[in-house]
């Protein structure tokens, strides 16, 4: 199906974000929750099913499930095996529960998974995402079982951090042993926390070690290829570029089509919408689509992030 989404930016929708549930298991201590602001329930299947059906046929090729943790949603199975079957259909999780799941999912139609690990040390695994030790070893284990259910190619998600930083040419040998791909995430830090790690400078000494650079249509991302192994890094804030180049929709954990990560304003509500409508929502919300570090004038920028996304993410941490 040809896209048909393309905002007035020139920029095309081929990809889907939506977040099954607000709740999660862990407490990470930066995380931007998706840029949802107070969410009020959980998407029902049938919302799930008729948005990814809307958005296939608008031309949306891939679909990431998110969250809160995705797979404390019930019957995430079923729900995926009513996904279009043309999709390309990943979720990005902690990985705590992936080791007892990971089958089921690849066999209802999930073809991959990002799995978002922080660091390998136990401490240090513990004190960012409030987990316990034996969460990290269920994560090692989600990697393990997802390598066997043929959920690849498998990415590694890592937010860089001041408490990582030191850790990375540790991960990068792991997924380098594992055969996973390394993304390294630049903070969005919504609450300025100041904990963000040196990304500019980690992605010098990718480039420096580098045998081969590639760059990825989606946002312009940079990917490393390095004696096996392959270093993606994310770079959001303030990038034009990244904005530039985006391809994605979002709907949120309580069924709002949600236009940008880091806006709050432009929401569109689902509600009872059957297929056919949810198309021109979809529509409507593409036609709300702006690159939020670009184009937009320094003070309204501001506002949205201060005003609408920031101040109401805060109190829920
Ligand atoms: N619980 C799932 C997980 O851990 O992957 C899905 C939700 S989580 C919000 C999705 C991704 O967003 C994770 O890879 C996480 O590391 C990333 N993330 C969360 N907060 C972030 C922030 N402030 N800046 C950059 N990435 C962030």
């Known amino acids: 199906m040809p896209c048909q989404m393309v ?9 889907l974000r939506i977040a099954l549930t607000p709740r999660c298991n862990l ?5 931007h929750h998706e840029g949802e602001v107070g969410p009020t329930g959980e998407i029902p299947d049938e919302m799930v099913v008729n948005v990814a ?39 990005t999780t902690n990985g705590v529960f992936l080791a007892e799941q990971a089958e089921a999912l690849s066999e209802a139609g999930l073809d991959r998974v990002n799995i978002s690990l922080d660091s390998l040390d136990s401490k240090n695994y513990c004190a960012i995402t409030g ?15 997802a390598k066997e259910a043929g959920l690849v190619p498998i990415k590694l998600n890592v937010v860089v951090l001041k408490k990582n930083e030191a850790e990375i040419p540790e991960l990068i040998d792991f997924c380098r042993r594992k055969g996973v791909i390394l993304q390294l995430i630049e903070l969005l830090d919504l609450q300025n926390l100041g904990i963000s790690g040196d990304i500019e400078g980690i992605e010098r000494s990718l480039a420096a070690q580098a045998d081969s650079i590639r760059t990825r249509e989606m946002h312009r991302r940079k990917k490393y290829f390095l004696k096996g192994a392959e270093v993606e890094v994310v770079r959001p804030m303030d990038n034009t570029e990244f904005c530039a180049n985006c391809t994605r ?23 009872t919408c059957n297929t056919e409508e949810i198309k021109e929502l979809l529509r409507a919300a593409n036609a709300r689509r702006e690159p939020y570090f670009g184009t937009v004038p320094e003070q309204v920028k501001h ?3 201060i005003e609408s996304s920031i101040r109401q993410i805060l109190p829920k941490i």
């Open 303 to 305: 506002a949205h992030n």
């Open 249 to 271: 929709l979002r709907v949120t954990s309580d069924g709002k089509i949600k236009p940008c990560l880091l806006r709050s304003d432009n929401l569109i509500e689902i509600g």
């Open 131 to 145: 987990g316990k030790a034996r969460d990290l070893e269920r994560v090692l284990a989600g990697i393990d079982a």
């Open 27 to 31: 407490k990470c201590i930066y995380c």
């Open 53 to 91: 059906r809307a958005a296939a046929e608008l031309g949306v090729r891939s679909l990431k499930f998110t969250g809160g943790e995705p797979l404390l949603r019930k019957d995430l199975a079923d729900l995926i095996s009513q996904m279009p079957q043309d999709l390309d259909i990943s979720l």
């Open 7 to 15: 905002d007035s930016f020139g920029r095309k929708v081929t990809g």
